[in-house]
C-alpha cells in the first residue's frame, strides 16, 4: 500500500512540476512527509490537544526546515484529500483545524454521498434531515466506533445554538447521521416484508434505518389501517431499496402525466391499495393489447384507443390479479374492495428501473 502511495506521490510530484506549481520538498523528505500522513491516515491521532495540532502533520528535511503536508500545493493536497475514503478524512480532519477545513468540506463530501446513499436518498429524505437538525439535533449523535467518536469530537453542537449557521447541515454531518442509524430517511422497499407473497413485484414507502454492523436497514411501513400496528422488517438489503422516483405521498393519487404515450410493451408503475384506509404501493406491469388486437404489430392500434390493458405476468392467466383497464383520457382511481384501488400510473424509461423488476420476478406464477 505505501508502494502505491509513493507511486502516486511520484506522479503528483512530476505533475505539480508541469503545471509549475509550488516547488515539492525533496524526496527525502517527501517520503518521511508521507510516511507521517499515512500515520495519521492509518494511526489514531489524540484527538483535541492543540499541542499536537500544531506538530503532529510536520516533519524535517535534511537541512532541518520544518515540513507540513499542508506545504504541498494545493492541487497536489486536493488530489490526495479526494482520493480519501471517508474514515481517512475523518482521522487527518482530526489532526488540526486547517485539516479540518479541508477534509469536512462538502465538496469533498459530495462523492461520498452520492456513492453511498445516492440511490436511496431522495429530495424528501433531504428534507426529512434538515428537520431533524432543526428539532432534535442531540438525538443524531455520532455513534461510538472509531468514525463515531471521531465525529463526536467534531459534532458541531455548539453551531446548533446557532441554528442558522448552515455546518449543522453539512453533507459530513448527514453523512454520519445515516451511517449511525439514528436518522429515519423516507425511501421506498420492494418486495415488502421479507417478501411477502402478497407484495411480491411491489414497492412499498417507508422510514429506514441504517446498521452499519450488518450493513443493512431496519424499515417501519405505514400501517394499513387507523388501528393496524406498524410493520417492521430487519436485516432488508442494499438492492432492495430505492428512493421514491416521484413526490406524490402513499396517500396521495399521483397524477398520471404518461397516458397519452402508453402503448403495448410500455414498462409501468401503478399506485395500488388494498383499500382506502391502505397506503398506496407501487406494482410492476407493462401495456398489453386489447382482446381485439392480435399483438401483430403492423395491424395494432391499442395506442390509439381510450381503454389501455394493463398486464401483470407475474400472476396466472386465471388470477384476478393478472389484468385490468383503466381509462386513458379520464383515468382516476378505480377499483372496489374486492379487486382493491389503482391510482397513479408512472411510465418506466430507465433500463436500470426495469433491470430491477425482472431481477425480483418470481420463480412461479402468482395466484
Ligand atoms: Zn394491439
Not at 500545493?73 to 478524512?89: G, W
Not at 422516483?245 to 410500455?266: A, E, K, M
Request: proline share 6%; net charge neutral.
Amino acid at each position: 500500500m505505501l508502494i502505491s502511495v509513493l507511486i502516486t506521490w511520484l506522479t503528483l510530484f512530476f505533475l505539480s512540476k508541469l503545471l509549475s506549481l509550488k516547488p515539492l520538498p525533496p524526496l527525502t523528505s517527501s517520503v518521511r512527509l508521507v510516511s507521517c500522513w499515512w500515520f495519521w491516515r492509518e494511526g489514531r491521532p489524540p484527538l483535541g490537544s492543540s499541542a499536537v495540532c500544531e506538530e503532529s502533520h510536520k516533519t524535517e528535511d535534511d537541512a532541518g526546515e520544518i515540513l507540513s503536508i499542508l506545504d504541498l500545493p494545493d492541487l497536489v493536497l486536493e488530489c490526495i484529500l479526494q482520493k480519501q475514503p471517508p474514515d481517512a478524512l475523518c482521522r487527518m480532519a482530526s489532526v488540526c483545524s486547517d485539516l479540518r477545513d479541508m477534509c469536512l468540506s462538502d465538496h469533498l463530501w459530495e462523492r461520498h454521498m452520492r456513492a453511498k446513499w445516492g440511490r436511496v436518498i431522495g429530495s424528501t429524505a433531504r428534507q426529512g434531515w434538515r428537520m431533524a437538525v432543526r428539532n432534535d439535533p442531540a438525538s443524531l449523535e455520532p455513534r461510538k466506533d472509531l468514525l463515531g467518536i471521531i465525529l463526536r469530537k467534531l459534532w458541531p453542537f455548539p453551531w446548533v445554538q446557532s441554528r442558522s449557521d448552515c455546518k449543522i447541515t453539512s453533507l459530513v454531518a448527514w453523512y454520519s447521521a445515516l451511517e449511525s442509524g439514528k436518522l429515519w430517511f423516507p425511501a421506498q422497499v420492494y418486495n415488502r416484508e421479507n417478501n411477502h407473497v402478497g407484495f411480491i413485484l411491489s414497492c412499498y414507502d417507508a422510514e429506514l434505518s441504517y446498521d452499519h454492523s450488518t450493513e443493512t436497514f431496519k424499515a417501519r411501513y405505514l400501517p394499513h389501517g387507523i388501528r393496524r400496528p406498524v410493520a417492521v422488517e430487519d436485516g432488508v438489503a442494499w438492492e432492495r431499496i430505492r428512493a421514491p422516483p416521484v413526490r406524490t405521498s402513499p396517500r396521495d393519487l399521483h397524477v398520471s402525466d404518461c397516458l397519452s404515450d402508453l402503448r403495448p410493451g410500455d414498462h409501468v408503475e401503478i399506485q395500488w391499495r388494498r383499500n382506502k384506509e391502505f397506503p398506496y404501493g407501487w406494482w410492476y406491469g407493462v401495456v398489453g393489447h386489447l382482446e381485439s388486437c392480435d399483438g401483430d404489430e403492423s395491424f395494432c392500434r391499442c395506442n390509439k384507443s381510450d381503454a389501455v390493458v394493463l398486464e401483470f405476468n407475474q400472476y396466472a392467466p386465471s388470477s384476478r390479479w393478472r389484468r385490468t383497464l383503466i381509462d386513458r383520457k379520464d383515468h382516476r382511481e378505480e377499483g372496489n374492495e374486492g379487486r382493491g384501488f389503482y391510482g397513479g400510473i408512472r411510465k418506466i424509461s430507465s433500463q436500470d428501473e426495469i433491470s430491477v423488476w425482472k431481477r425480483l420476478w418470481p420463480t412461479q406464477p402468482l395466484e
